[in-house]
């Protein structure tokens, strides 16, 4: 006889009732599909996007590909012989100047893989590689492999939403550290991803955290 497959959503509801209840309220997590990603144009956009609010963001990131006119990727020899002047000038500070600059000759000497690489490499092994660009830490490659390259077993203990999202799930009155979050995470595997996706859901009535 074969063994019963569980879906993601029933093997975290079979963790804790608290949890099932969520899934059972939220609306059903659809996994992002993996796509072919061009690394250098995901990061290059998450730079300018840090630590502003969406709007603002896309002005600014408009600006910067508007200096590339008729091009439909950015290419790092270009990025490298623009002087930062220009980049100013669209509206980017001189850390993300500096950072898209380092992403660029980080693509170059081959430190940040192409996309059919990053297809192949782990979780672990495509943040070690990327979390050595300036400016682009954990938090930024999780949002990548989760919601572009579709990986499931994602854990992004930093995340805010995540983080609030459970202490409202188990009624808790603070937020776990995320020390404490990764080890709880250890029953939600291969599903962490899903788990996440579903703490922010238990946010929807509150804010939109993704």
């Known amino acids: 006889m074969k063994a019963r497959v569980l879906s993601p ?13 969520l899934i059972a309220r939220a609306r059903p997590f659809v996994r ?14 998450s730079i300018v996007y ?18 590339y006119p008729r091009r439909k990727w950015f290419l790092p020899e270009l ?32 430190t940040v893989p192409t996309g059919a690489a990053l297809a192949r490499m782990s979780d672990e092994e495509i943040i070690a590689r990327l979390t050595t660009v300036r400016g682009i830490g954990r938090w930024t490659v999780e949002m990548m492999l989760l919601f572009d390259l579709g990986r499931l077993d994602v854990w992004p203990v930093d995340d805010y939403g995540v983080r609030k999202g459970y202490a409202k ?13 990764h080890a709880i995470g250890e029953k939600w595997r291969p599903y962490r991803s899903v788990a996440a996706w579903y703490f922010w859901r238990a946010l929807d009535n509150d804010e939109k955290t993704a």
């Open 9 to 21: 959503e029933q093997h975290l509801a079979a963790t804790d009732p608290r949890l099932g209840a």
């Open 32 to 45: 992002s599909q993996a796509k072919l990603v061009r690394p250098f144009d995901a990061l290059a956009e």
């Open 50 to 67: 840090q630590q502003l609010s969406g709007k603002a963001a896309a002005t600014i990131f408009g600006r910067v590909r508007a200096l």
């Open 79 to 110: 990025i490298l012989a623009t002087p930062d002047e220009k980049f100013r000038a669209a509206g980017l500070s001189r850390s993300k100047t500096a950072a898209i600059k380092d992403l660029a000759a980080k693509t170059l000497d081959g």
């Open 169 to 181: 799930t188990f009624r808790k009155k603070e937020l776990p550290k995320p020390k404490e979050l």
